[in-house]
Every structure is written in structure tokens, then in C-alpha cells.
């Protein structure tokens, strides 16, 4: 890994911000290395990490459109994607994905959301309209801390943990869609658009 790319790392880590796990990230490069993505849609910048690890597996002119609401750190993805000279790659939309995924029209060949977990379903809509054939959708975070699979349904996180139950009903019962819910990380689901 690039020494810039640690260091942004290293502080994303010591600032709590929940970036991608190492093995979440090794299992997507796999995927991406295979599709080689022209265009990736990402729901949740944060400060970038992600999106910056992903650009690696771009086709030639490939580019990242990623949508984060949190003004801090956009001004921080902001400054790490310029760090590392991919402003021309990864383009920030700046606002709740709520309100942008409905005013995008472009196809996407990868979509990975890994923002607030209550609208994971409305997510997965847009995604599916935004998807290309052939192209697949992550979502990070889907069995949350364990909670999505134990019957336990007492927490505080019981919106959360409701809607992630109901996207990985939907992306099951999807006859278009073949779905693969892994347990790494915090969880992840591969939804691949036949
Ligand atoms: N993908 C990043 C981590 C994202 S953390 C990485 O792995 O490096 C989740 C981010 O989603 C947070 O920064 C949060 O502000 C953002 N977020 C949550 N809900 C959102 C929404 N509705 N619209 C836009 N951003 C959202
Ligand atoms: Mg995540």
C-alpha cells in the first residue's frame, strides 16, 4: 500500500471513522479485478478511503462517483482525493443520497453502499435502476454487529437492523439477482445482476 494511502488510514482508524475492513476490501478487489468497473457508484465517502482503494481496480478512464452529506468530511475526502491526484477519478456528490440517488442517470458497473443502514432498501432500489447487466452491488455492514441474525430485537438499533433484514430479504427473493451474504467484516452482501 501507497505510504499517503496508510497514513490516511492510520488517522480514518484513530478518528473512529468505520472505513472499510481490511478483508471486506480484499474480497471486493477480487470481484473488481474480474469486472475491471468503468464506473463505480459508492453511498457513504466518508473521508475517501474506500473510494481511493477501489480506483486501483478502474478500467483505463474509469471513474467513482460517490455521495457523502457530512460536510467535515467531505472537506477531508476532498482533500485526501487530492492527495493522492485522482480528482479527475472520484467525483464527490454532496448531499443525502436520498435526495441525489433520484437525480442520477448515468449505468453503473459496481455499486457499494455503505451509508445509514435504515435506508439500505431504499438504496438497493437505485441501485438496481442505476446498475449495468453483469454488474454487482455491495452493501457493507449488512448483518451489523451480529444483531440481523439473532433474535435478539431489543437494542436501540431496531430501524437499522429491520431494514438490513429487509434488503437481504429483497436481494434473496430477486430472481435477477444471484445474492451471497458473507460474514466478513461487519457483514457483506454480494449481489451479482445477471
Ligand atoms: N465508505 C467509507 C466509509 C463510509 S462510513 C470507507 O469505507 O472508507 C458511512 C458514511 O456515510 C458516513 O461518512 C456518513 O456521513 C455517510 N452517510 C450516511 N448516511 C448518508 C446519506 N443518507 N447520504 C449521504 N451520506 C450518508
Ligand atoms: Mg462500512
Known sequence: ????????????????????????????????????PIRILE????????????SKYLAENGIIDTIERDEEK???AKKNIKEMNLEDVIHIYEGDAVE????????????????AKGKYPFFLKEALRLLNKGGIIFADNILYKGYVMS???????R???RNLREYIKEVTENENLETEI???????????YK
Open 100 to 115: 441525489i440517488l433520484p437525480t442520477i442517470n448515468e449505468k453503473y458497473d459496481m455499486v457499494f453502499i455503505d451509508a
Open 74 to 76: 467531505i472537506i477531508e
Open 43 to 54: 453511498i457513504g465517502t466518508a473521508v475517501g478511503y474506500s473510494a481511493i482503494c477501489f
Open 159 to 161: 430501524t437499522a437492523v
Open 1 to 36: 500500500m501507497n505510504d499517503k494511502l496508510i497514513i490516511i488510514k492510520q488517522k480514518a482508524l484513530e478518528e473512529h471513522i468505520p472505513i472499510i475492513m481490511d478483508d471486506t476490501l480484499e474480497i471486493i478487489a477480487n470481484y473488481l479485478k474480474e469486472i475491471k
Open 182 to 192: 458473507l460474514e466478513v467484516g461487519d457483514g457483506l452482501a454480494i449481489s451479482k
Open 151 to 157: 433474535d435478539y430485537n431489543k437494542h436501540k438499533q
